[in-house]
């Protein structure tokens, strides 16, 4: 029997734990030692559920012919079938518990790099920061970079990025700051060039004369347009449409382009929009609005080039310092660790790590996958490199995920990234579709949601043929 390879979408309620365990005690029952297997997902909770759920299967089949028989079916291991093998298999497993490997990409991140701490550049004797502890090494780098840069630079730096106003929490901003732009800066495409210097679009001509007066000139050719007449009085304006031209007005005098070119009027045109208040966009409003985007690109795109050049610079000094902090006190959090074992290695020294890592885990499971960050696929995929670059039947590759749970984005979360993978690798692609979970009614609601075009390959859920009885189950212990 080989080794699966495959990239399973999994629906919420489809049986996606299910599906993974039983990959695991395929594995185990061809042989393969646990400690040789990775299974990972997204939380400690949900790693003690697999564990408990291959441990439940086994003893289940251990103890009855029927159980055996349906494990056998299911990891197509036939001996399995026989309650004595599912037995022994349940014995071996529960004396190698202790070399399980279990649980999230964080932890086994952390084991790697407690074996390999000199290969990735870790201090002697490093811990992983506790939030005290992460508060300080921010305090210490913001502290440091302060010291660091010249008073001039450090007052231009900020006021480009809009922090040298007054403020009673200005070291606490500073380390938030720390925090988001480290975030940021580490999350950045190393393919990639230019990251701090945004393209803004080149404003359709040139700002010859002070932006004010082009700024009136537009007031004046706005006032000077006749108002929309009221349906239900000809003869007067429209109250809306009044309302609206006077916010315009009063917000192109004051260059509040967010105001001009995000609200009213001006939101429609830019949305390419031909109505406003139940009436036609006239060419001429059209035509203003159109020139104040132009007058606000002009003044200030030039302006958030510099914030955003600024901004880089910061976070080069920023990322720089952070990491000297960190090895002088010896502490990383976790995130820190993924990056390190996914960042650069221009010495090549990390080629021997990955190589020991090859000869320890030979198969890998990975659950829940639509969470998973660049920064930490970029950690695993050598590993994946290795294993799954041929050695086609011999060692495992499974990829689990639902891209319509994904609740991580804000941390980097990925939720194409489980497809772009199973492409690289040629996994098999399989779907689960069916909810052994929800009721009809709550499938038609997800279904509506996530209509056809945001589901791949035009999938949708399936109803489970007992959604009837489990609801009326429910209602009668929840009667409001």
Not at 62 to 74: F, H, I, M, P, S
Not at 128 to 149: F, G, P, Y
Not at 391 to 415: C, F, M, N, T
Request: proline share 4%.
């Amino acid at each position: 029997m080989d080794a699966p390879r495959e990239l399973v979408i999994a629906s919420a309620g489809s049986g996606k734990t299910y599906h993974l365990t039983t990959r695991f005690i395929q594995l185990l029952a061809m042989g393969s030692p646990p400690n040789e297997i990775l299974a990972s997902t997204f939380t400690r909770k949900a790693a003690g559920e697999i564990l408990e759920r291959i441990i439940e299967r086994l003893a289940k089949g251990a103890g009855d012919a029927d159980e055996a028989r349906q494990l056998a079916k299911d990891t197509g291991h036939e001996p399995l079938s026989d309650v004595t093998e599912c037995r022994a298999l349940l014995v071996s497993v529960l004396a190698d518990l202790h070399r399980m490997n279990v649980g999230t990409l964080d932890s086994f991140f952390v084991r790697v790099a407690q074996s390999f701490f000199q290969e990735l550049g870790l201090a002697p004797g490093w811990t992983i920061a506790d939030n005290l502890l992460e508060k300080r090494l921010l305090t210490d780098t913001v502290q440091t970079a302060l010291s660091e840069m010249e008073t001039s630079e450090l007052a231009e730096l900020l006021r480009a990025l809009n922090l040298d106003h007054s403020k009673r929490r200005i070291h606490e901003d500073l380390r938030d700051l720390v925090n988001d732009l480290i975030f940021i800066q580490r999350h950045l495409d190393p393919d990639l060039t230019g990251h701090w210097q945004p393209e803004f679009g080149e404003p359709t001509r040139s700002v010859t004369v002070d932006v004010q007066r082009e700024a009136n000139d537009l007031v004046t050719r706005l006032e000077a347009l006749p108002i929309p007449k009221n349906d239900t009085k000809p003869y007067a304006p429209n109250q809306n449409w009044a309302k609206a031209i006077n916010s315009a007005v009063l917000a192109i005098t004051d260059r509040d382009w967010a105001s001009v070119l995000g609200k009213g009027i001006g939101a429609k045109v830019m949305e390419e929009e031909v109505v406003f208040q139940r009436k036609h966009i006239p060419p001429d409003f059209k035509e203003i609005f159109k020139a104040a985007r132009d007058l606000a690109r002009a003044e200030l795109s030039p302006r958030y080039r510099r914030r955003s050049k600024a901004m880089g610079r910061l976070a080069e000094l920023l990322e720089r310092v952070f990491e000297d902090v960190q090895h002088r006190i010896g502490a990383y959090r976790f995130n820190d660790i993924g990056y390190l074992l996914g960042g650069d290695d221009p010495t090549g020294g990390r080629d021997d790590l990955q190589y020991r890592l090859d000869q320890q885990v030979r198969h890998i499971l990975l659950d829940e996958f639509q969470d998973t960050s660049l920064l930490q696929w970029r950690a695993l995929r050598p590993l994946a490199d290795e294993l799954l670059s041929g050695h086609l039947g011999e060692r495992a590759g499974v990829i689990v995920a639902d891209p319509k749970q994904s609740i991580y984005a804000w941390r980097g979360a990925r939720p194409g990234l489980a497809r772009q993978v199973g492409r690289d690798y040629a996994l098999e692609r399989e779907s689960m579709t069916k909810s052994y979970r929800s009721t009809p009614e709550v499938i038609r609601f997800v279904a509506k949601i996530f209509d056809k075009e945001k589901l791949p390959n035009n999938e949708v859920l399936e109803e489970f043929s007992v959604g009837e009885k489990v609801a009326s189950d429910w209602l009668e212990d929840f009667s409001q």
